[in-house]
C-alpha cells in the first residue's frame, strides 16, 4: 500500500472520528439546552396549578360566603323586612317579600299595605346576573301579574 493510500485512509479516518466527536458534543449541548428548557415549563406549569388552585380556593370560599349571607339576611340588621314575611326562592332570585303580610295576618295590619318585593342577596363585588337585570326590568316595566291555578284532581 502506498504512502498516499495510508495517508487518505487516516485522513478519512480522522474526519470520521473529529465529525462524530463533534456531532456528540453538539447533539449533547442542544440535548441539555432542551432539558433546561423542559425544566423552566415544569416550574410554570406549578406554579401555574399552584396559582389555579388558591384561585379555585378563593372562589369556592366566596360563593359559600355568598350563599351563607343569602340564607342568613333575614335576621341581619341590613335586612327591612320581617323574617317572617321573607320566602327563599334561591334562583332566580333569593326571596319574595310580601311586606306587611304578617302583620295583616295577626290582624294588625291592611290589605292595602302589602307590598310584594323581590330581592337579591349579594355580597362583595357580585352584581346581578343577566336575569336578574331582566327581572328588575320586567317589575319596573309593571309586567308582574296575579294568577290563580286551579288543579282538578278528578277521576
Known amino acids: 500500500m502506498s504512502i498516499w493510500m495510508a495517508m487518505l485512509i487516516g485522513a478519512c479516518i480522522g474526519v470520521v472520528l473529529t465529525t462524530l ?22 416550574l410554570e406549569h406549578q406554579q401555574a396549578l399552584i396559582s389555579a388552585q388558591k384561585r379555585s380556593v378563593n372562589t369556592s370560599r366566596a360563593v ?41 295576618r295577626d290582624g294588625e295590619g291592611r290589605a292595602e299595605d302589602i307590598e310584594v318585593v323581590l330581592i337579591d342577596i349579594k355580597s362583595g363585588g357580585a352584581r346581578l346576573t343577566k336575569g336578574q337585570q331582566a327581572i328588575a326590568q320586567a317589575i319596573r316595566d309593571g309586567r308582574v301579574r296575579f294568577e290563580t291555578v286551579r288543579i282538578d284532581f278528578n277521576d
Open 21 to 42: 466527536i463533534l456531532s456528540n458534543t453538539r447533539n449533547g449541548r442542544v440535548k441539555a439546552e432542551y432539558e433546561q428548557y423542559i425544566a423552566e415549563l415544569e
Open 64 to 104: 359559600l360566603k355568598g350563599k351563607m349571607a343569602e340564607q342568613m339576611a333575614p335576621i341581619m340588621p341590613e335586612f327591612q323586612y320581617l323574617p317572617s314575611d321573607a320566602k327563599f326562592l334561591g334562583d332566580p332570585v333569593d326571596y319574595v317579600v310580601f311586606d306587611g303580610y304578617t302583620d295583616l
